[in-house]
């Protein structure tokens, strides 16, 4: 349903649709296409393009799918927007991210104190308990 794909989409910090919005349909379904593909060839997906050219509202658009995300993303989706970061607002979205990931965890751990240790955490915490 509708009112539970932007509960999921909301506790993973996807934004929401802006109040003026125009759609280009076949940039969201080429997006669409390849998080399908994570389906069977776990990886990444990269949107780049100039900014303020649209990546972050059609990206967050091909996420409003319910099939999409029962069948390629039961867990969730956890959203992150870097940009430009210095090292110290880097380390704080790494900790944040970390933070969000491990909230069901029975260990409780500190925050990762450097960059490297956070990528380490991310690391292991995308094989072992996010593998898709």
């Keep these: 349903s509708l009112t539970l794909v932007k509960t999921i989409l909301c506790e993973g910090g996807v934004p929401q649709r802006p109040v003026v ?58 959203w992150i ?13 790494l900790q944040n991210l970390c933070s969000r990931l491990e ?5 409780s751990q500190r925050p990762p104190l450097n960059i490297e240790e956070a990528k380490d955490r991310l690391r292991l915490l995308m094989l072992r308990k996010y593998p898709r």
Excluded: N
Aim: charge should be positive.
């Design 103 to 107: 909230h069901d965890s029975t260990l």
């Design 21 to 78: 919005f125009v759609t280009w349909p076949k940039l969201v379904d080429a997006i669409k296409k390849k998080l399908y593909c994570l389906g069977s060839d776990p990886g990444w997906v990269t949107v780049y393009g100039m900014a303020g050219c649209g990546k972050t509202v059609l990206t967050a658009e091909a996420l409003r799918d319910p099939q999409l995300l029962e069948d390629y993303f039961p867990g969730g989706v956890h």
């Design 81 to 93: 927007s870097t940009g430009k970061q210095d090292k110290a607002g880097l380390l704080i979205k």
